[in-house]
C-alpha cells in the first residue's frame, strides 16, 4: 500500500490536490502532461478536468517544449504555491509527535 502525503492524508485525495502534490513532491523536474497523468493515476478526462483551474490559477508553469510536448513544473514563484507549501510544512511538524507517539507505543 502507498503512503499518502501529509497533504493527501489531511486535506483529502482530490483530483487537484493529487496534481498539486505530484508536482510538489516532484518539484525538481518537470513533466509532461501524459507523464503527469500517469503517475498520479487520473483518468485523463479527470485530469484535463482539473489541469485548466491550475494553469487559470498560475500553480504550474511551462518550462519547456520538444517537438509536441510541452513540460511543465509547479510555479514556485507563485504565492498560492508558497502558501500550500508553508501548509505541508505546518501539517509535518504538527503531525510528527503523533506519529513519534504511535511508533514507541509498537
Same mark, same amino acid.
Given at each position: 500500500?502507498?503512503?499518502?502525503?501529509? @497533504?493527501?492524508?489531511? @486535506?483529502?485525495?482530490?483530483?487537484?490536490?493529487?496534481?498539486?502534490?505530484?508536482?510538489?513532491?516532484?518539484? @525538481?523536474?518537470?513533466?509532461?502532461?501524459?507523464?503527469?497523468?500517469?503517475? $498520479?493515476?487520473?483518468?485523463?478526462?479527470?485530469?484535463? +478536468?482539473?489541469?485548466?483551474?491550475?494553469?487559470?490559477?498560475?500553480? #504550474?508553469?511551462?518550462?519547456? $517544449?520538444?517537438?509536441?510536448?510541452?513540460?511543465? &513544473?509547479?510555479?514556485?514563484?507563485?504565492?498560492? #504555491?508558497? &502558501?500550500?507549501?508553508?501548509?505541508?510544512?505546518? @501539517?509535518?511538524?504538527? $503531525?510528527?509527535?503523533?506519529?513519534? +507517539?504511535?511508533?514507541?507505543?509498537?
Amino acid at each position: 500500500m502507498e503512503e499518502k502525503s501529509v @497533504l493527501i492524508e489531511y @486535506l483529502g485525495d482530490t483530483p487537484l490536490l493529487r496534481m498539486i502534490d505530484f508536482l510538489l513532491e516532484n518539484r @525538481l523536474f518537470d513533466y509532461s502532461k501524459k507523464q503527469i497523468i500517469d503517475e $498520479t493515476g487520473l483518468s485523463k478526462v479527470t485530469f484535463y +478536468k482539473y489541469w485548466g483551474r491550475l494553469i487559470e490559477l498560475k500553480l #504550474v508553469e511551462s518550462t519547456r $517544449t520538444f517537438g509536441k510536448t510541452v513540460l511543465y &513544473k509547479l510555479n514556485e514563484k507563485n504565492p498560492l #504555491v508558497k &502558501k500550500i507549501k508553508e501548509l505541508e510544512m505546518e @501539517l509535518i511538524e504538527q $503531525t510528527t509527535p503523533m506519529l513519534a +507517539k504511535v511508533v514507541t507505543r509498537r
